[in-house]
Every structure is written in C-alpha cells, then in structure tokens.
C-alpha cells in the first residue's frame, strides 16, 4: 500500500468517526434551567435528576427540555414520593397518577415539540427525601442503536466501494 493510499485511509476513517460522534452527540435530549420550589418558598435551582431533603408537602419542579428533531418522545420518569402532576408545553399528560408507582414509562411524543419545551412537574413529598429522575425511555435507545449500525454499514460499504471501485476501472 503506498503511503498516499494509507494518509487517505487514515482521513477517512477519522473523519467517519468524527461525523458519526456529532451526529450521535446531536440527537440528545438536554435539560436546563431547572427551579424546585417547595409550598410556595422561593424557588432554587436543581440538577435533573436530584435528591433533596423534604422542604414541605408539596415541591413543585419547573425545567426546559430541548429536543432535538427525530429523537423518540419515550422517557421512564421516576418520582419520590407522589407524581401528581405533569405537564408538557402547558398541556397535563395522559397517564396514571398513582403514588404506589414510583417508576413508569411515559411516551411524551405527542406533547413534545423540537426545540425548548417546558415542563412542570408537581409531587406530593410524605416527608424523607424528594427524588425526580427523567431518562430516555428503551425506544431511544434502540434508536442511537438503530443509528450506529447505519453509520457502521455506510463506513463499511465505503472501504468495499473504495476498494473494489478502483480494480473495475
């Protein structure tokens, strides 16, 4: 192989990887500006997910998620102690408020738009610690999955185009 061909090569599969990691690392969610306010007392800001001592019976959490285009709407939504509330973009989500379960799987597709989205999350604390995780539900990550193995079979359809394409001519 001449040192030309391996120089390309080299280009090649750095740049590859480097459009697939900006690819992937552009189709995730992210979540900023998060405030917990408790009965009423001012609000303070928190990382999402967090654990925080009981400050009331009430805690009420505001953030914005950005959604990227393309990227599934399901999330697996754990609250400690009741979720009592949740809305998206002003609208309550359809799905069952029950404080016996802590951790559900919730498809927020259909309130989701690309971009900024507000979200507002009302618990009801029974004392102990207030807990609030959200995490991209099992559909999400077939789909980053999904999306590898497209990358991986473009990078390998490229190296037996390249290779065989020049031997035809």
């Known amino acids: 192989m001449k040192r030309r061909d391996a120089l390309f090569w080299v280009?090649?599969?750095?740049?590859?990887i480097a459009i697939a990691v900006?690819?992937?690392?552009?189709?995730?969610?992210?979540?900023?500006?998060?405030?917990?306010?408790?009965?009423?007392?001012?609000?303070?800001?928190?990382?999402?997910?967090f654990t925080i001592g009981s400050q009331g019976s009430w805690a009420t959490l505001t953030f914005d998620l950005r959604m990227p285009?393309?990227?599934p709407g399901?999330?697996?939504?754990?609250?400690?102690d009741c979720l009592r509330d949740f809305?998206?973009?002003?609208?309550?989500?359809?799905?069952?408020?029950d404080c016996e379960l802590v951790r559900r799987q919730v498809d927020l597709?259909?309130?989701?738009?690309?971009?900024?989205?507000?979200?507002?999350?009302?618990i009801e604390d029974f004392g102990g610690v207030t807990e609030f995780s959200m995490q991209p539900g099992t559909?999400?990550?077939?789909?980053?999955?999904?999306n590898g193995?497209?990358?991986?079979?473009?990078y390998a359809y490229s190296i037996y185009y390249f290779r065989n394409g020049k031997k035809q001519k």
Request: charge should be negative; hydrophobic fraction near 45%.
């Open 149 to 154: 193995v497209c990358i991986a079979g473009l």
């Open 139 to 146: 559909s999400y990550l077939l789909y980053i999955l999904l």
């Open 109 to 122: 597709g259909s309130y989701l738009t690309v971009g900024d989205n507000q979200v507002v999350v009302r």
């Open 22 to 49: 900006l690819y992937l690392s552009a189709q995730h969610y992210s979540v900023q500006n998060a405030t917990l306010e408790f009965d009423g007392k001012p609000a303070q800001p928190v990382e999402v997910p």
């Open 74 to 80: 399901d999330f697996i939504v754990y609250a400690d």
């Open 11 to 16: 280009v090649t599969i750095f740049v590859v």
């Open 69 to 71: 285009p393309l990227v």
């Open 87 to 97: 809305q998206v973009n002003g609208e309550t989500v359809d799905m069952q408020y």
